[in-house]
């Protein structure tokens, strides 16, 4: 399948040549509607890997999205950037992004729905082989996306939050996570109080998890989006950084 992408910008960020860089749109249907998400992977690699699911902000697939998370993840495992949207809603500005989120906010079952959906799709693909060690993670509402998957009893090993909201209408579904949690958390986030990080961290203990919440004191929301730029919502890049090497070593222990 053809794309519009620019696979030199999005290489130079996952960290290999372009000519290794392998970048696939992987299709699935669901409730009639057609979703599209992006695969991307080093072609040098030719034995099974680990999968990472991973969503993106609120913006959905875009070029800057896939950018960020290829930027973060790395090329270690492959990558599936999901599509929880339906392939005709790219949203433009932030107005139109807040119309695709809030209705996923509200119902968290459709929101797992859609999550395994995607989750699926990346099983059942053919374009890259993998060696059934599974992780997943999610920036922003991406994050919020991740930890619903979690909740939801999806056999994954590793799943982690980037400035991703952490609250849920059913904190008791946390006994139904399967594999470990991390959560990078910008302290001066005005959209995740400090309140909300503390029932987290109850929800999660009460599940007896393999748990891990880093919070980053020079940190807002969208510490990892380069375009962020409002009080309270902003990037910064000590932080993406740091973010990024716990990410790295997160998923490098509970994938290997």
Same mark, same amino acid.
Request: proline share 5%.
């Given at each position: 399948?053809?794309?519009?992408?620019?696979?030199? +910008? =999005? @290489?130079? #960020?996952?960290?290999?040549?372009? @000519?290794?860089?392998? =970048?696939?749109?992987?299709?699935?249907? /669901? !409730?009639?509607?057609?979703?599209?998400?992006?695969?991307?992977?080093?072609?040098?690699?030719?034995?099974?890997?680990?999968?990472?699911?991973?969503?993106?902000?609120?913006?959905? =697939?875009?070029? #800057?999205?896939?950018?960020?998370?290829?930027? $973060?993840?790395?090329?270690?495992?492959?990558?599936?950037?999901?599509?929880?949207? &339906?392939?005709?809603?790219?949203?433009?500005?932030?107005?139109?992004?807040?119309? @695709?989120? =809030?209705?996923?906010?509200?119902?968290?079952?459709?929101?797992?729905?859609?999550?395994?959906?995607?989750?699926?799709?990346?099983?059942?693909?053919?374009?890259?082989?993998?060696?059934?060690?599974?992780?997943?993670?999610?920036?922003?509402?991406?994050?919020?996306?991740?930890?619903? /998957?979690?909740?939801?009893?999806?056999?994954?090993?590793?799943?982690?939050?980037?400035?991703? +909201?952490? !609250? $849920?209408?059913?904190?008791?579904?946390?006994?139904?996570? #399967?594999?470990?949690?991390?959560?990078?958390? &910008?302290?001066? !986030?005005?959209?995740?109080?400090?309140?909300?990080?503390?029932?987290?961290?109850?929800?999660?203990?009460?599940?007896?998890?393999?748990?891990?919440?880093?919070?980053?004191?020079?940190?807002?929301?969208?510490?990892?989006?380069?375009?962020?730029?409002?009080?309270?919502?902003?990037?910064?890049?000590? $932080?993406?950084?740091?973010?990024?090497?716990?990410? #790295?070593?997160?998923?490098?222990?509970?994938?290997?």
């Amino acid at each position: 399948m053809s794309h519009h992408f620019d696979p030199a +910008a =999005i @290489a130079a #960020k996952f960290g290999v040549p372009a @000519a290794d860089l392998g =970048i696939e749109l992987i299709s699935h249907q /669901l !409730d009639g509607v057609e979703y599209e998400s992006v695969l991307l992977f080093n072609k040098k690699n030719t034995a099974p890997v680990a999968g990472v699911l991973a969503v993106p902000n609120f913006f959905g =697939i875009s070029q #800057k999205t896939l950018e960020v998370a290829a930027g $973060t993840v790395g090329p270690a495992q492959a990558l599936l950037v999901a599509d929880v949207y &339906g392939k005709t809603v790219r949203p433009k500005n932030a107005d139109e992004a807040l119309a @695709a989120i =809030i209705p996923l906010k509200k119902e968290r079952a459709e929101l797992r729905k859609r999550m395994n959906a995607a989750l699926d799709a990346f099983k059942g693909q053919d374009k890259v082989k993998l060696n059934g060690k599974l992780g997943a993670c999610g920036f922003c509402f991406g994050g919020t996306a991740t930890l619903e /998957l979690a909740r939801s009893g999806a056999a994954v090993n590793a799943f982690a939050s980037l400035h991703g +909201a952490l !609250d $849920t209408p059913n904190p008791q579904d946390a006994q139904n996570i #399967k594999g470990a949690i991390l959560v990078l958390h &910008g302290i001066q !986030d005005p959209s995740v109080p400090r309140e909300q990080v503390n029932a987290f961290i109850d929800e999660v203990s009460a599940a007896k998890l393999d748990w891990q919440v880093v919070c980053y004191g020079q940190a807002g929301h969208s510490f990892t989006d380069p375009e962020a730029n409002n009080p309270g919502f902003f990037y910064h890049r000590p $932080t993406a950084e740091r973010a990024s090497a716990a990410l #790295k070593n997160f998923f490098a222990e509970k994938l290997a």
